[in-house]
Antibody, heavy 123, light 107 residues
Framework: QVQLVQSGAEVKKPGASVKVSCKAS????????MHWVRQAPGQGLEWMGI????????SYAQKFQGRVTMTRDTSTNTVYLELSSLRSEDTAVYYC????????????????WGQGTTVTVSS | DIQLTQSPSFLSASVGDRVTITCRAS??????LAWYQQKPGKAPKLLIY???TLQSGVPSRFSGSGSGTEFTLTISSLQPEDFATYYC?????????FGPGTKVDIK
């Protein structure tokens, strides 16, 4: 079955970096774009960016430009999110989510989600 | 960036009620709108895409409508498993912003 499995919880100090992985299975990895979304405790959803696994191209929300890097490894069907210069406001659950592909067109929504990775930033 | 607002932010309803949630965009987004349901501690679940198309496996009591700047999500007869928070998201242009959410609680 189609599944996204994310890496485990992380605790980081301010100023450090974190790298979260998301391993896809059950579908052709390079066909579907992947989003990253985060949710701070008690808050709403925040879109961070998107990666196109076939060529590795990315688009990031302006808010995260310069601090975020999304990459992929097609040999292991895994996408990665790296966030640097962490601050307490980055404490959140980070989700990867597959873009819904309809009739060869993208950007209809996110139909498959990972289980989430909790990142805690604390001194 | 395109801003989304949702109303109400919170609603209290009973099983069997008809519930409507509104999402407004700061500029026209055609039908590039999705709706999600999220329960505590869980990942969001896609309900509706392209403003009005029901995602596979989603019960038919959920429906979506609208285009341009105003959209609605309707639950025709609220069920116990529908108590959750609902988010709209625009996919017209980057960044693909979400609305602030509407929490549906038990009256």
């Amino acid at each position: 079955q189609v599944q996204l499995v994310q890496s485990g919880a992380e605790v980081k100090k301010p100023g450090a970096s974190v790298k979260v992985s998301c391993k896809a299975s059950g579908y052709t990895f390079t066909t579907y774009y992947m989003h990253w979304v985060r949710q701070a405790p008690g808050q709403g959803l925040e879109w961070m960016g998107i990666i196109k696994p076939s060529g590795g191209s990315t688009s990031y929300a302006q808010k995260f430009q310069g601090r975020v890097t999304m990459t992929r490894d097609t040999s292991t069907n895994t996408v990665y999110l790296e966030l640097s210069s962490l601050r307490s406001e980055d404490t959140a659950v980070y989700y990867c989510a597959r873009d819904l592909l309809i009739g060869g067109n993208y950007y209809y929504g996110m139909d498959v989600w990972g289980q989430g990775t909790t990142v805690t930033v604390s001194s | 960036d395109i801003q989304l607002t949702q109303s109400p932010s919170f609603l209290s309803a009973s099983v069997g009620d008809r519930v409507t949630i509104t999402c407004r965009a700061s500029q026209g987004i055609s039908s590039y709108l999705a709706w999600y349901q999220q329960k505590p501690g869980k990942a969001p679940k896609l309900l509706i895409y392209a403003a009005s198309t029901l995602q596979s496996g989603v019960p038919s009591r959920f429906s979506g409508s609208g285009s341009g700047t105003e959209f609605t999500l309707t639950i025709s007869s609220l069920q116990p498993e529908d108590f959750a928070t609902y988010y709209c998201q625009q996919l017209k242009s980057y960044p693909f912003t979400f609305g602030p959410g509407t929490k549906v609680d038990i009256k």
